[in-house]
């Protein structure tokens, strides 16, 4: 059954209970994402980090047209964008409905290269994507507890040596063949269904539909690993555990996914070098400059710089030392680029900090009644506080804290509502927050203990 605008409504209860009685959803949101522009090169690079991956997903290009109109036009085009604006927050506010309905039922959530289809969906249902990677991945967890990449799974054993092409279509016929046995479905009266005879590919229900059959047939393939063998397992088996919260990571060459239950990989790149040159070089200019280092990867990262991989790491510090001299171009290690990054950062990040701190200093040597601290401090027990997105407070730790703690338990609502950011210190503060974070970190949620028959797959470490 198609949902559409004019209909949702009406079907809501339909969905609801859809969702009540479903095993797992599978979603896809048909979005061009990284790939779409100019040049894909030019936008992705095979050494992202996780970080810098997501920064490029994140980020968005603002086109501004400027044109003359007179009073009247400028109106119509005033009621126009006020029209579609509001026609948008309907439409949003709407379906974010049933995605409050699948966060609420805590079922899984199953795509296939889903990453760009999760932060769209936290992006334009919950609040704007955070700047931060591991706040994402915090947000991400409240809003799908439990996500499964089926383009990750496929690409793990025990399928990688049996899958040549994890690409959904191809994956989608692969599955059909032995030693898979793809599910009988049948559709409920009045409900058609999609023929994967006749292929609707690049339609989002489609594909989100064959992404569930490939999930059911890869789900039930590890149960022939079983003593006995079990023919069917459901998504609530404890076998598709290591795949969770693991999202596949598009052309990165030595980190397969994202984790977001925890810190991504971190390969040690010790035979990677950062490459400087001028702007008319070309990949046949790289080539040249390492011919007499055998076989090299190239990785653009822009018009002037690029990651040159060796096959030997020994030879590195041979092609560091060969730069020492030349005027056009420099090399240095992968180590030594992240280093230099990391200070330049840390130097942007310091005049922030130490403002913040002799702001801070002046705080505590005022009394907080000063109608311009109240004006910046958040009190929780204050109306404003429920509408603060252009205000900071100015010891945001505490408020998190003291917001976190009441989660817990840890404060009552009367306590809550009598907390006040002026009379803390930030270092209280971040101490309640870090200990709020253990508390997270100890408490393991329901069903997370993993059984023996867990163990017989592992997403690897290394890919």
Known sequence: MEIIRSNFKSNLQKVYQAIEEADFFAIDGEFSGISDGPSVTALTNGFDTPEERYQKLKKKERYIVVSKVDEEERKRREQQKHAKEQEELNDAVGFSRVIHAIANSGKLVIGHNMLLDVMHTVHQFYCPLPADLNEFKEMTACVFPRLLDTKLM?????????INNTSLAELEKRLKETPFNPPK?????????????????????????????CFISMADYLGSFLSPPKIHVSARSKLIEPFFNKLFLMRVMDIPYLNLEGPD????????????FPKEWKTSDLYQLFSAFGNIQISWIDDTSAFVSLSQPEQVQIAVNTSKYAESYR???????????????????????????????????????SYALQNHCYRTNSPAATSTAGKRSLSPSLAEAGMEASVSGEISDPELEQTDSCAESPSEG?????????MKKDLSPAGSVSDSSAKLFEVPDTW
């Not at 990989?265 to 400087?276: A, F, G, I, M, S």
């Open 154 to 162: 496929a690409s793990t054993q025990p399928f990688k040596d049996i």
């Open 185 to 213: 479905v049948e559709s409920a009266e009045g409900f058609p269904s999609y023929d994967t005879a006749s292929e609707q590919l690049h339609e989002a229900g489609y594909d989100a539909y064959i992404t569930g059959l």
């Open 265 to 276: 990989l971190q390969p040690k790149r010790d035979h990677v070098l950062h490459v400087t």
């Open 331 to 369: 090399i240095q290690t992968y180590a030594e680029y992240v280093g230099k990054k990391h200070k330049e950062k840390q130097i942007k990040r310091k005049w922030p900090e130490e403002s913040w701190k002799e702001v801070e200093r002046k705080r505590l040597n005022t009394p907080c009644i």
């Open 430 to 438: 971040r101490k309640k927050a870090k200990k709020f974070k253990r």
